[in-house]
Nanobody, 124 residues
Framework: QVQPVESGGGLVQTGGSLSLSCTAS????????TGWFRQAPGKERELVAA????????IYGEFVEGRATISRDNAKNTVYLQINDLKPEDTAIYYC?????????????????WGPGTQVTVSS
């Protein structure tokens, strides 16, 4: 059971940038795809970004494409998410999820292990 943990959330001003990290103690974390999802109050969980186990294949959610970058460093067992030009609409709890295989999917159902989430709040 992979148990990812997110870090890096916080309060950011509109137009700023934020970098989130996701890590797990289990070495098998690096063998699976990783997804970042977010959920705002009253909204369904939506894809932010995902990458294959190598990090060389990526997808992005429609509303962050062009602003978000997902990357991973398997030597550090860590996956990163950077979002630029933050908007108030980006305010949500951001979750890191480890996949069911080495290849990503666009839906939460494609992932089996979830972190507790980290709050990102974009002011004004």
């Amino acid at each position: 059971q992979v148990q990812p943990v997110e870090s890096g959330g916080g309060l950011v001003q509109t137009g700023g940038s934020l970098s989130l990290s996701c890590t797990a103690s289990e070495r098998t974390f690096s063998e699976y795809a990783t997804g970042w999802f977010r959920q705002a109050p009253g909204k369904e969980r939506e894809l932010v970004a995902a990458c294959s186990w190598t990090g060389r294949s990526t997808i992005y959610g429609e509303f962050v494409e062009g602003r978000a970058t997902i990357s991973r460093d398997n030597a550090k067992n860590t996956v990163y998410l950077q979002i630029n030009d933050l908007k108030p609409e980006d305010t949500a709890i951001y979750y890191c999820a480890s996949g069911l295989s080495g290849y990503y999917g666009p839906s939460p159902e494609d992932y089996g292990s979830w972190g507790p989430g980290t709050q990102v709040t974009v002011s004004s």
